[in-house]
């Protein structure tokens, strides 16, 4: 039977990802097993959605990543328990943590070396961020709901994700000072692919956004620059994601 969170919560240490160690107030639960199991889970979502990616598995730096984020660290205290389920989860304000599955996914389909330079539209709750920097991405972040700006920026420090830079407002625009960048991730559906981000992707760089109709069909896009500055895009599988809004 499960413990109550109540008995579980104390001060643990948390050794993370960027080789410091913080102090900080979470669950010292059992959390490893439900983080493999989670794992697991994404496995299995790949195999049955390899007709769509084209591989039967992800880079294992994506699944190290995912094995070692707390993923309950960036959730609510009353949606804890299910911080390992492989299924989005509310965060407030309407919006969610994406699903374990479209994280590593989006995360493995970015192609990422360690130090590269990395633009994620929809900070949320944090939790894209903090993989991206786990496998040695320096990551820049926009939310444009201010209260989980906040709460995000809060919890980077917190968990000491030094590498991750975060900011208030609306990511269609970029963060034109930072740019070009490696790697751009949009973690909200847009109606069309936003140009600022498109110029803001560095010749070889690899964009993944979701687009479509807010209440419709959405597709996972994966977007390359060439060497030469010549743009593709490819389709990669139907998904769900909240809107991407702002004033555009
Ligand atoms: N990546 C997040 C995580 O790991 O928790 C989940 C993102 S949630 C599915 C989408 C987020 O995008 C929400 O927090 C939402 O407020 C934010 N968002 C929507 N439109 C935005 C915009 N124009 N600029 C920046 N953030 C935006």
């Known amino acids: 039977m499960r413990r109550p969170f109540?008995?579980?919560?104390?001060?643990?240490?948390?050794?993370?990802?960027?080789g410091t160690a913080a102090?900080?107030?979470?669950?010292?639960?059992?959390?490893?097993?439900?983080?493999?199991?989670?794992?697991?889970?994404?496995?299995?979502?790949?195999?049955?959605?390899?007709?769509?990616?084209?591989?039967?598995t992800l880079r294992d730096e994506v699944l190290a990543a995912m094995e070692r984020v707390p993923r309950h660290a960036f959730v609510p205290q009353e949606v804890m328990a299910a911080a390992y389920?492989?299924?989005?989860?509310?965060?407030?304000?309407?919006?969610?943590?994406?699903?374990?599955y479209i994280v590593a996914l989006m995360t493995d389909l970015l192609e990422i070396q360690p130090g590269d330079a990395v633009l994620e539209v929809g900070t949320g709750s944090g939790y894209q961020a903090a993989i991206l920097a786990d496998i040695g991405a320096s990551v820049r972040t926009i939310e444009i709901i201010p209260e989980l700006f906040r709460e995000a920026q809060a919890r980077f420090?917190?968990?000491?994700?030094?590498?991750?830079?975060?900011?208030?407002?609306?990511?269609?625009?970029?963060w034109p000072e930072a740019a070009p960048f490696d790697g751009i991730i949009v973690t909200a559906a847009a109606d069309h692919v936003p140009p600022p981000l498109v110029?803001?992707?560095?010749?070889?760089?690899?964009?993944?956004?979701?687009?479509?109709?807010?209440?419709?069909?959405q597709f996972?896009?994966?977007?390359?620059?060439?060497?030469?500055?010549?743009?593709?895009?490819?389709?990669?599988?139907?998904?769900?994601?909240?809107?991407l809004t702002g004033e555009h």
């Not at 964009?207 to 209440?215: A, C, E, L, S």
């Not at 977007?223 to 909240?242: A, D, H, M, W, Y």
Request: proline share 6%; hydrophobic share 40%; no cysteine.
């Open 157 to 174: 420090k917190q968990l000491g994700y030094v590498r991750v830079q975060s900011r208030q407002g609306d990511g269609y625009y970029g």
């Open 199 to 217: 110029r803001q992707l560095k010749n070889g760089g690899r964009m993944v956004i979701p687009v479509g109709h807010r209440f419709g069909v």
């Open 23 to 56: 102090i900080v107030a979470v669950p010292a639960g059992d959390w490893e097993i439900p983080r493999r199991q989670m794992v697991a889970a994404i496995r299995e979502d790949v195999i049955a959605t390899r007709a769509y990616i084209g591989r039967k």
């Open 6 to 18: 109540s008995v579980l919560l104390m001060l643990a240490l948390v050794l993370v990802a960027n």
């Open 220 to 243: 996972l896009l994966l977007i390359t620059k060439s060497l030469e500055g010549n743009v593709q895009t490819r389709q990669i599988l139907p998904v769900r994601f909240v809107p």
């Open 85 to 100: 389920e492989n299924r989005p989860l509310p965060i407030g304000h309407g919006q969610t943590i994406s699903q374990p």
